[in-house]
Antibody
Framework: QVQLVESGGGVVQPGGSLRLSCAASGFTFSTSGIHWVRQAPGKGLEWVTFIQYDARYKYYADSVKGRFIISRDNSKNTLFLQMNSLRAEDTGVYFC?????????????WGQGTLVTVSS | QPILTQPPSASASLGASVTLTCTLSSGFSHYKVDWYQQRPGKGPRFVMRVGTGGIVGSKGNGIPDRFSVLGSGLNRYLTIKNIQEEDESDYHCGADHGSGNNFVWVFGGGTKLTVL
């Protein structure tokens, strides 16, 4: 069955960096676009970024543009999110979600998330 | 880009029906919207996509027949019939928006459904 397992979360000081990973299994990773979506404590969902199946196209929310970088390794079925210049408002649970070939397809499967806390 | 508005809370008795609403901002009445269910402490789960003509494509894995959708004007509805305890969740609506080289997903604030 489809599985997405996030890791790499933790506590980091403002201005610091963190790298999240998302290990995928149960589907053809190399033909799927993947999203990162986050959720601040007690709040709704906020889309963060997307990477096309071949990494040719990447899109970012304005709130993270220039600070976060999405990448993938199709040989290892793994997605990454490099987060730099972290701010308190980046705190939340980060989910990876499987999309389709096109950006506009639904986020069909989600992981359980990894918690990022930005605090001094 | 569209703004999606959801009431923060809803409630229904066990076995009853409830309709959740997601309202698109003006000018986006042709947009399709996805519904996602999020149980406490879990990642979201895709329910189904809805446009003005009703469901678009297939339901998500394991979504029971009790769940249905409708679309009218700026509103996208998710109806749950014969509500069960396991339906108590947060329900989020989301939509993609893109033009040129700029593509984003937007989500509503979510509706917390309480089963009485």
């Amino acid at each position: 069955q489809v599985q997405l397992v996030e890791s790499g979360g933790g506590v980091v000081q403002p201005g610091g960096s963190l790298r999240l990973s998302c290990a995928a299994s149960g589907f053809t990773f190399s033909t799927s676009g993947i999203h990162w979506v986050r959720q601040a404590p007690g709040k709704g969902l906020e889309w963060v970024t997307f990477i096309q199946y071949d990494a040719r196209y990447k899109y970012y929310a304005d709130s993270v543009k220039g600070r976060f970088i999405i990448s993938r390794d199709n040989s290892k079925n793994t997605l990454f999110l490099q987060m730099n210049s972290l701010r308190a408002e980046d705190t939340g649970v980060y989910f990876c979600a499987k999309g389709g070939v096109r950006f506009g397809e639904a986020l069909f499967f989600w992981g359980q998330g990894t918690l990022v806390t930005v605090s001094s | 880009q569209p703004i999606l508005t959801q009431p923060p809370s809803a409630s229904a008795s066990l076995g009853a029906s409830v309709t959740l609403t997601c309202t698109l901002s003006s000018g986006f009445s042709h947009y399709k919207v996805d519904w996602y269910q999020q149980r406490p402490g879990k990642g979201p789960r895709f329910v189904m996509r809805v446009g003005t003509g009703g469901i678009v494509g297939s339901k998500g894995n394991g979504i029971p027949d009790r769940f249905s959708v409708l679309g009218s004007g700026l509103n996208r509805y998710l109806t749950i019939k014969n509500i069960q305890e396991e339906d108590e969740s947060d329900y989020h609506c989301g939509a993609d928006h893109g033009s040129g080289n700029n593509f984003v997903w937007v989500f509503g604030g979510g509706t917390k459904l309480t089963v009485l």
